[in-house]
């Protein structure tokens, strides 16, 4: 789990990320991404629908793409809220290769 400082937790947050981020995306994810105070930390927040596939396979997805955020942020991301919308196909995506497409968008280096 990501700690509380590095997770979006209101509504308005994740509308304001979504509505006024900048748009990438990938074959399994969508990321939103907004700049912040270049002091702040990054935080995220993750929207993973039913169309993902039952629960089990959406918090297997949600738990994977909170690794890649956490690793993101160990490697220096900082100043930006991010949405990451998983689709469809992240359900049956790798781990490495959801891991490569996140971190892409996100600007981060593997």
């Not at 990321?31 to 993750?46: D, H, K, N, V, W």
């Not at 942020?73 to 290769?97: E, F, N, Q, S, W």
């Amino acid at each position: 789990m990501l700690p509380r400082q590095h997770r979006l937790t209101l509504a308005p947050e994740f509308t304001a990320t979504v509505r006024g981020g900048k748009r990438t995306s990938g074959r399994a994810v969508v990321s939103y991404r907004r700049a912040t105070s270049p002091e702040l930390p990054a935080r995220f927040g993750f929207i993973v629908s039913k169309a993902v596939g039952p629960a089990v396979q959406r918090n297997l997805v949600k738990r994977r793409l909170r690794a890649v955020s956490a690793e993101s942020i160990k490697a220096g991301l900082g100043g930006a809220d991010v949405v990451v919308r998983a689709l469809p196909a992240a359900a049956t995506t790798p781990y490495a290769a959801l891991r490569e497409e996140l971190l892409s968008q996100l600007g981060v280096r593997a």
